[in-house]
């Protein structure tokens, strides 16, 4: 059996969710890939959740389609939709065991008592908690907790997994560990996951896709390195990583490369579209991304330079993180690899940076 | 992947006789709640109903019952002593109650023994606490003879059947219902506020006046309008212990029933219900009076 | 700890005392041997508890109110839960109505209600009946069932229920395998109370209990209009130790809900 057989395909075909005069979700249209992690990611209330409750069937749209596999679902109640759910604080049933718990869906199902305590166990297995069985789900911690509910919510071997924040009430470490038992979990099952999340370092390192939420509408569909490098607006620039934004004048164009002005110096661009000489425009870059130009550092490729004065110097341990400021007031961040072969800039030290072409963005 | 029955996809029948499901589960809520909304209107809200329409139509459509209040002496007077019975044991309770609460809030490792002092009587038939007050203050009764026995009086006092009698196990009954709503508004203040006022040179009597107080006045509010309202009501209290000129409006009431007189025991429920409910409605924007009947079943 | 200082421990003492004492008094004076009321008892033993136990004048009643207490339960209980399920997602007029008209009979003065009740049931021939009783009180018993269960429905995680849903159980499952187990403490917590309602009702029994269904207070009560002889404190005892393990029992519940 092939991976695509094992997950299922979701498609939003301009979807809307209406609260009394407030589009919660405005218009959302969006291919999920069978086998694919996609996460939903965005600030909350940008209707990344409503959109999850509506694939759920908790959520009736106003507008738009939700076809699973082709099929339009809008009309299906929840339980027969057939979707695993991962729910925020787990959801688990206080009153039954973690046996009895994932037991559960099998026994919606009619599935007779032995077959059902085989499929409990081996859910157990699969989650890392064998011999959990007889406990009730206030005699776990929060990451086993947590671990009962994707065992839940996989036993019935559904097509599509919907997790909602699950890891958001645990704490930094476990999360770590957890995320990469999701991914190990995802490659395993080969099953279409659908993930949702606040967390923008969550959804780098776990994400296949990442749909960036704002507003009620997708701000942007990609892979992580696509968001990181290429965000294609100021919104996904900021909200994903650091970033900082400088304000320039359109000079010309140089294939897909824009040479603009910037703070009387001509800094280029990554630019897909073909914006006219003049327009103003605002580009994007990383702090990581830029070096001090005198620091001991070959660049191979085509740089831009600026020249700063330093305002602030903060040690953070692995890096230094500076501010600077330009001629025209741009504050913008700087952060260095530390060591103790790098001198440290002092506040006020006038200063050149560099960074390469590649990591300059118009957006 | 086959080893599991897939739910039957009957999205497109289901589509077909949606709008009919749709509305038959919109109603669900309301065939929930119907039955009961039947029972108590036909066997409980439509009977006062009725007998309160008898102030108004016998023998014809008529409210002269009502406009001849104003010159009924014996309403007066036991309109007077309802309310003035009320008022007292209301302050009383008050006086009584404050400090228990502030008490049961304190108390650490104590607090389960408090609560259970408190709720004991509080779960005893006021019949029962009725007769307890009877024992205690009759004329043979424990006081009398402890009093006796001291050589502080030479002849037993009359207590039993005064109005003395009634205030007493009146505010014996109704102290809970002014103590839970307090303790749950003290619960509620911040422990760094009372730090924090020390901390600023408050002397203990000003942050009690300035802090505690001020921030506990929800609580107070919903006790003493739960204590009063309820005292409004008082029966059978009054009835065992009470002096034999003490008549609160319910036993007016009771009276004018047992001779049948039902325009004007109806008239006398009507103005006691309206009282009451008058009373609810006007402070029903203070917080916490909206569950201090709930607070009080905890 | 400024608290301490301003509230010297003995006077919530003394409060505390005037609050016990009396019931206190009622259990010490049921266990005397004295023929009359006094306190002190001049020596201590059952013979009102005897007395109690032999008199069918006291027996009936005792039967008659745990007859209609009974009934009264299970009438509250089912009325009540069913209604507590449904009133929170009825429309604002019909919720306020319907919470209104409830929770109505927690302040309408007892008399109002006893003699509305004995104004209508007397029409139809109940009086004297212990169907009547049960009618009558079940209204009465019935706000402590619905608060209790919306209490305990209102700490329920909705997601709980949306979890049920999504792993295929259709509504009606899930209210019988995930609602009702959860709420079924708050449910134990009503009936208990409903109990205890019926059992230590005493107004509207005074008019609507005739001769035909007298109930242990009413019982109580015509007695001490003629005496006050110790086997009413022997009764009275009884009623408190119930109502007490009652009461204890409703507060385990709770707790055990909440841990």
Request: aromatic share 8%.
């Amino acid at each position: 059996m092939n991976r695509t057989d094992r997950g299922a395909s979701v498609s939003l075909a301009e979807l809307e969710k209406r609260y009394d005069r407030v589009n919660a979700v405005d218009g959302v249209s969006l291919d999920i890939h069978s086998g694919e992690f996609l996460t939903l990611l965005g600030p909350s209330g940008s209707g990344k959740t409503s959109t999850l409750m509506m694939i759920a069937g908790f959520e009736t749209p106003t507008a738009g389609d939700i076809a699973i596999d082709g099929t339009s679902v809008v009309a299906m109640p929840p339980y027969r939709r057939n979707i695993g759910m991962v729910f925020q604080n787990y959801a688990l049933f206080p009153h039954l065991t973690v046996e009895e718990n994932i037991g559960f869906p099998l026994k919606q199902r009619g599935v007779p008592k032995a077959e059902r305590a085989r499929l409990v166990a081996e859910a157990l297995e699969l989650v890392h908690l064998p011999g959990y069985g007889e406990r009730y789900p206030r005699q776990l911690s929060g990451g086993q907790q947590q671990r009962v509910a994707v065992a839940r919510a996989v036993v019935f071997k559904p097509r599509l997994l919907l997790m909602d924040e699950p890891l958001g009430a645990l704490d930094k470490q476990l999360r770590e560990n957890l995320q990469l038992e999701m991914r190990r979990l995802h490659a395993d099952l080969g099953i279409t996951f659908i993930y949702v999340t606040h967390d923008q370092e969550e959804a780098l390192t776990m994400s296949d896709r990442i749909a960036v939420m704002n507003d009620g509408k997708v701000a942007q569909v990609g892979s992580p390195e696509d968001l990181y490098d290429r965000p294609s607006d100021r919104f996904v620039a900021g909200f994903i990583g650091e970033s900082n934004f400088l304000p320039a004048i359109v000079r010309g164009m140089e294939d897909d490369v824009v040479i603009t002005e910037c703070d009387g110096a001509l800094i280029r661009a990554m630019c897909p579209g073909r914006p006219a000489s003049g327009d103003r425009v605002t580009l994007t870059t990383r702090p990581e991304r830029l070096r001090f130009a005198d620091s001991a550092w070959n660049a191979t490729t085509p740089q831009n330079r600026l020249s700063v004065t330093v305002t602030e110097a903060v040690f953070a341990g692995e890096r230094c993180r500076y501010m600077l400021q330009a001629t025209d007031g741009t504050s913008m961040v700087l952060k260095e690899p530390s060591s103790a072969a790098i001198r440290r800039r002092a506040i006020g030290e006038r200063a050149e940076i560099s960074w390469s072409v590649a990591d300059t963005i118009l957006v | 992947m086959s080893e599991i029955a897939q739910p039957s996809p009957i999205a497109v029948p289901l589509g077909a006789v949606r709008p009919l499901l749709r509305n038959w589960r919109r109603h669900v809520p309301l065939m929930l709640v119907a039955p009961l909304l039947i029972y108590m209107l036909v066997l409980y809200a439509l009977p006062v109903l009725a007998m309160l329409l008898r102030s108004l139509n016998d023998p014809t459509w008529t409210l002269s019952h009502y406009t001849a209040l104003f010159e009924d002496v014996v309403f007066a007077k036991t309109f007077w002593i309802t309310f003035n019975t009320s008022v007292i044991v209301t302050l009383g309770c008050l006086i009584l109650g404050y400090p228990v609460a502030m008490g049961l809030v304190r108390a650490k490792t104590m607090a389960p023994l408090i609560l259970v002092v408190i709720l004991l009587p509080f779960w005893t038939s006021v019949l029962v606490r009725s007769y307890a007050w009877m024992v205690l203050l009759g004329r043979h009764g424990l006081i009398n003879e402890g009093l006796l026995a001291l050589g502080m009086i030479d002849r037993p006092m009359r207590i039993l059947n005064t109005s003395l009698a009634t205030q007493i196990a009146m505010i014996h009954i109704l102290l809970p219902y002014m103590i839970l709503p307090i303790a749950n508004a003290l619960r509620q203040i911040d422990p760094s506020l009372l730090r924090a006022a020390s901390g600023l040179g408050a002397t203990p009597f000003m942050t009690f006046r300035q802090v505690i107080l001020p921030l506990s006045m929800s609580g107070v509010a919903a006790g003493t309008l739960l204590t009063f309202v309820l005292a409004l009501g008082f029966y059978i209290t009054p009835a065992m212990v009470g002096g034999p000129r003490d008549i609160t409006l319910s036993m007016l009431i009771a009276q004018e029933v047992d001779q049948l007189n039902w325009a004007y025991a109806a008239t006398l429920s009507a103005v006691l219900l309206a009282t009451a409910l008058g009373i609810l409605a006007a402070a029903r924007h203070l917080p916490g009076v909206g569950n201090a009947f709930r607070m009080s079943m905890r | 700890m400024i608290l301490a200082r301003l509230l010297p421990a003995s006077i919530v003492g003394l409060i505390l005392f005037f609050l016990a004492f009396p019931i206190v008094v009622v259990a010490i004076v049921s266990f005397s041997s004295a023929t009359y009321l006094s306190f002190p008892p001049p020596a201590f033993g059952l013979r009102w508890y005897e007395a109690y136990f032999s008199s069918p004048d006291w027996l009936n009643p005792t039967w008659v109110s745990l007859w209609v207490a009974s009934a009264v339960v299970v009438l509250a209980t089912v009325l009540g839960t069913l209604a507590a399920l449904g009133i929170a997602r009825l429309s604002k007029p019909m919720r306020v109505f319907s919470t209104g008209l409830i929770l109505s009979p927690l302040i309408v003065p007892g008399i109002v209600v006893a003699i509305g009740i004995y104004y209508a049931y007397s029409h139809y021939g109940l009086v004297g009946t212990p169907i009547a009783m049960v009618l009558a009180h079940t209204c009465l018993a019935v706000p402590f069932v619905v608060t209790s269960v919306t209490a305990s429905l209102s700490g329920i995680d909705p997601r709980l229920e949306q979890a049920s849903l999504s792993l295929g159980a259709t509504p009606a499952a899930t209210f019988w395998q995930v609602t009702l187990p959860l709420i079924r403490p708050g449910v134990l917590v009503g009936a208990l109370f409903a109990f205890i309602t019926s059992f230590d009702e005493l107004i509207v029994a005074l008019f609507i209990s005739g001769t035909g269904a007298v109930t242990l207070p009413r019982r109580m009560w015509d007695d001490l209009r003629f005496q006050i002889d110790p086997t009413i404190a022997a009764v009275s005892t009884l009623t408190i130790v119930l109502t007490a393990l009652l009461m204890g029992c409703a507060h385990l519940l709770r707790n055990r809900n909440r841990a």
